[in-house]
């Protein structure tokens, strides 16, 4: 039988306290603290388990026979291990979300869209205050707010539908 360990990835537990909220703290607490008893109960096991010595068990057993026919279908059992199928499917969709451009194309997006509010920000920030605003100022800092008297030479100045 195989008696090799199973590599555990190491948690960066400060990391791990930075995010969570301060009303899952006792949860988060309970977590470590079982995590690192079973890394402790796990760090304490051999390497390898026991050999079993059959000459003691032949020695005790009146039916020798049938400690030779344990023996050899315990060195015959194989333990499965069972097989990642999943780590290179993420890794692959990893790599093409990397590649993708959907992603570079959402960030050049957003930078676009940045730099416009960043405008419209300075914007509002320099503008007259609203109290002392005429109304051709207001037209001018805000041209949608300007009305039509030629195309609409009654009060509202607007379509019903627009107001």
Known sequence: ?????VPCKA???????????????GMFNALKTRSDAIAAKLS????????????????TVANSGMVDEFE???KALKVPEPVDTQTNAINSQEAEANRTKVLWSYIEGSKVRIAQYEEEL?????????D???????N?????????KAKYPYWPHKPIADL
């Open 1 to 5: 039988m195989a008696g090799r360990r």
């Open 11 to 25: 948690v960066d537990w400060l990391a791990f306290a930075e995010r969570v909220p301060p009303n899952q703290r």
């Open 44 to 59: 304490s096991l051999p390497e390898a388990p026991a050999a079993i010595d059959w000459s003691y068990y032949r020695s």
């Open 72 to 74: 050899k279908k315990f």
């Open 122 to 130: 300075a914007k509002f920030k320099n503008m007259i205050p609203f």
């Open 132 to 138: 002392q605003m005429t109304i051709e100022d207001l």
């Open 140 to 148: 001018a800092t805000f041209p949608e707010t300007t009305l039509d």
